[in-house]
């Protein structure tokens, strides 16, 4: 019961701050300190969301089909590259410095270079989506691998275990928290990489609609897709935490945080 | 008559040195064996030989006649730290070496459950390692060491990271348990007392390079040991051991 109340409260905080940064808004255009075609408000920001919803909700069918294509393939690729680097120390070598490079190369310079090879359509997306969301996945579950008990590796090793089954009891399950950090970024970098590469060249999506409604001044529409793209991303990362409750019921057991802590007392995870 | 394990001169070396040295033990069927000594005396390293972790520089580990040095998975092994898996309910993690030996995880769910009672940890099947007490985890560590193979346990400082007053209950519930299933045991301590109220028999281990110094009989059966450590045996026992320890220096 007072845990209840107390995430109650807790809740209270972010409201108030983000109502506070809404009445300060409202009250710039209201004032006009900027210029109302500059800066609109709120209210017309919901307007102008209304008006073009069904328009908007056609480009985030693509947008999003973009970005669940790309996540797959990048979180299956950085899965396996981990999977690869934790096994054998010459793949490690080998493919950790690429991992970086991937990391290194800024995405807004590589991405009109990805539109000029794979053209208009869905291809350059989804390759700029796989190289965003490579990255956190493969190092944040190598990490994970990496930090496995040694002693509760010996114990099922003096049990006969073989590799596969110290990967599926001990590393797999050990690595779920660092691979679910790693969805939660990956996740808010798609659909931002995704409108990045739309906005550089395509037929349909956010970012096209993006570039039109900037292209015709309507800063409203601008607005109201950014909001959407805040949105959907927050949204997105809800569900990730909400698959991530689900996988991992232990979690939630009283007694458990306090005992990791105990536990790695060096590696406290961000919540 | 052949011992249920025997280990023969085993000696080993990771490159500077003797860690232990032509160490030969033995452990009859249903005996529990202890094996005192001051840190750094070797006894885990001696553990991981016999376990089958290292193979030993020279020496062999011999199971009920078989020569099973550097083999795993005939000797189960439990250490100070539970090695609960957090992610895994008790019963689960109890069944983990049925499941690792090939058994459908129900079925090792049910092997396990047979034995909940007569461990004391009735009810605690669907709880995670985080909600049990740190006793209540030794004791399911136990389990899963007794389900991994009633061959021989081997027992690692499991019970020197309690507090007292739990750690003189767990070791009458120790004794109790080892009464009900009778599993042939060795039980590495620093901890005289314990050493002395948990065993049949006691190997005196000095280090660098880690011998059995001598061997020592408890007479009172392990069933009839309430109150033991007021009696006169234990404190001879008790005076036996540090003379010996002290004279190693």
Redesign the interface.
């Known amino acids: 019961m007072k845990r209840k109340s107390e995430n109650i409260t807790n809740s209270i905080y972010p409201i108030v701050s983000v109502a506070a940064i809404l009445v300060l808004w409202e009250c710039l255009s209201y004032f006009e300190v900027v210029p109302n075609f500059m800066l609109p408000s709120p209210g017309q920001t919901v307007e102008a969301f209304v008006k073009d919803f069904p328009l908007l909700m056609m480009h985030l069918r693509v947008t999003l089909a973009e970005t669940l294509v790309g996540t797959v393939i990048g979180v299956v690729l950085g899965y396996a590259s981990a999977c690869l680097m934790d096994r054998w120390d010459w793949a490690y070598k080998a493919v950790y410095p690429l991992v970086v490079l991937t990391q290194t190369i800024p995405a807004v310079a590589i991405a009109p270079l990805l539109v000029l090879w794979f053209g208009y359509k869905m291809m350059p997306k989804i390759v700029l989506i796989v190289l965003i969301t490579y990255f956190p996945i493969a190092v944040g579950v190598l990490d994970g691998f990496r930090s496995a008990?040694q002693?509760?590796i010996?114990?099922?090793?003096?049990?006969?275990?073989t590799r596969w089954?110290i990967f599926r009891?001990?590393k797999f399950?050990?690595a779920?928290p660092n691979f679910f950090s790693g969805l939660r970024i990956t996740v808010a970098y798609a659909v931002v990489g995704a409108v990045l590469a739309e906005w550089l060249g395509g037929f349909a999506g956010l970012g096209v609609y993006m570039t039109r409604v900037k292209k015709s001044f309507a800063y409203d529409k601008m607005f109201a897709v950014i909001f959407l793209i805040s949105i959907i991303s927050l949204l997105l990362i809800g569900l990730v935490n909400l698959v991530q409750r689900r996988c991992?019921p232990?979690e939630r057991?009283?007694?458990?945080e306090?005992?990791?802590r105990r536990?790695k007392p060096a590696q406290m995870k961000e919540k | 008559m052949t011992h249920k394990l025997e280990t023969k001169n085993i000696t080993m070396n990771f490159g500077e040195g003797d860690i232990i040295s032509e160490i030969s033990i033995h452990v009859d069927q249903g005996e529990l064996v202890s094996l005192l000594g001051v840190s750094g005396s070797g006894k885990t390293t001696l553990f991981n030989c016999i376990?089958?972790?290292y193979h030993p520089t020279e020496g062999q580990v011999i199971l009920d006649g078989t020569d099973i040095t550097g083999q795993?998975?005939h000797?189960?092994?439990m250490?100070q730290?539970d090695?609960l898996?957090?992610?895994?309910t008790i019963e689960d993690n109890v069944g983990?070496?049925l499941?690792?030996?090939g058994m459908k995880k129900e079925e090792a769910r049910a092997e396990a459950g047979k034995h909940f009672q007569e461990f004391g940890l009735e009810g605690t099947q669907k709880?995670?390692?985080?909600?049990l007490s740190g006793g209540m985890r030794q004791r399911a560590a136990l389990l899963r060491t007794y389900l991994?193979s009633d061959n021989v346990a081997l027992l690692d400082e499991p019970f020197s990271a309690l507090d007292t007053i739990t750690k003189g209950r767990i070791h009458r519930w120790y004794l109790d348990v080892m009464e009900k299933i009778r599993l042939t045991t060795v039980f590495i301590t620093h901890d005289i007392n314990e050493a002395i109220l948990l065993s049949d028999r006691i190997y005196i281990m000095t280090g660098r390079p880690g011998r059995i110094q001598t061997e020592l009989q408890i007479r009172t059966p392990r069933g009839q040991r309430q109150d033991f450590d007021l009696t006169e045996e234990f404190l001879e026992h008790k005076r036996t051991i540090m003379e010996l320890l002290e004279k190693q220096g």
């Open positions: 008990d002693d509760a010996n114990l099922l090793r003096s049990m006969g275990a089954q009891h001990v399950p050990g779920l991992m232990w057991v009283r007694g458990y306090e005992s990791q536990r | 376990s089958g972790i795993t998975g000797i189960s092994y250490l730290k090695l898996l957090p992610y895994k983990l070496p499941v690792i030996r709880m995670y390692p985080a909600q991994f």
